[in-house]
Every structure is written in C-alpha cells, then in structure tokens.
C-alpha cells in the first residue's frame, strides 16, 4: 500500500513539472535536500545530508559497478566509518534523472530524482543488510533544490 502511494505522488509530481532532459555539467553544484519522514524506522545519523555537492570529477571507487560515477561530497560520518570505509558517488541514470549513493559496509541511502525546473525531485530509500520484506524497507518523499555550496563543500575534491 505505501508503495502504491508513493507510486501515485511520484507519478502526480511528474505530471505537474515534467521531466527535464540536463547534461552532467549542468547538474553539477549544491542542493539543499528535504525528505519526508521515513515510512519506517531509520537512524538519524544515517540519513543523507542536509546539504551536499555533484561534482563532475570522476568519482575513485574500488569495483567496477558504479562506473562512470562521479564524486558526492560529503561522506556520511557513519558509513566512512563502518567495518572499513564507504562510498559516495552519483550518476545519471537517464537524460533526466540521476541516483546519489551514500553506502557502507552493511548499510546505504540512495536517492532517484529526476530534474526539474525547480531542482530535483525523487524519493529517498534505505537499507541494511539485515533483509527486510519486499516493500518495507525505509523509503521517503525527496526535494533538492540548488543552493549557493556553503565553504567546506565550495573547496576542490581532495
């Protein structure tokens, strides 16, 4: 059932703005990041940031399965510092939409937003690797919009 309603507000988002079509380049810079609450429980400190950067440099990761990706800054504390380390990145999925990964060793958040004329809209989705049933997993609304990057994320990749 809370599948089927997100489906439907996601679905209702789409037809009010449409889908717009926007290269990496153009994407690249900092959102402000709103979410809903989550559906179910998930701990604050392994939530998203309230603000983050794209960056268009090409993100060092250690496998091959986000090729292509490119850098997100900044890490999330909890998953950097989880059984050895953790991985942020994104990428565009399609002309007009993009996922941002935040991920550790046992637990991540992605984000699917596609673009919009007033930022990026999507939904936010949690895990662990303790498995839970088919539509259960943490899941919420989420809004991005492009903000002026505070200092810490305005200075170059390291």
């Known amino acids: 059932m809370r599948v089927l309603v997100l489906g ?16 990496v380049g153009s994407l690249a810079g900092c959102y402000a990041l709103e979410l809903s609450p989550w559906s179910n429980a998930w701990p604050a400190e392994w939530s998203p940031p309230d603000t983050f950067r794209l960056d ?17 800054r900044p890490q999330v504390d909890a998953f950097a510092s989880s059984r050895g380390g953790g991985v942020a990145a994104w990428g565009q999925q399609a002309p007009d939409s993009i996922w941002v990964a935040w991920i550790g060793a046992y637990m991540q ?13 999507g939904f936010a989705r949690a895990s662990t690797d303790v498995l839970a049933p ?25």
Do not use: F
């Open 56 to 72: 268009t440099l090409p993100a060092r990761l250690p496998s091959r399965w986000l090729s292509g990706s490119r850098m997100l």
């Open 109 to 121: 958040v992605d984000l699917r937003l596609q673009t919009r004329r007033s930022g990026l809209m």
């Open 8 to 23: 439907v507000l996601l679905g209702s988002c789409a037809a009010a703005s449409g889908p717009r079509a926007i290269g």
């Open 134 to 158: 088919p539509g259960l997993e943490p899941h919420a609304t989420a809004n991005a919009r492009r903000v002026k990057c505070p200092r810490p994320l305005a200075e170059p990749a390291g």
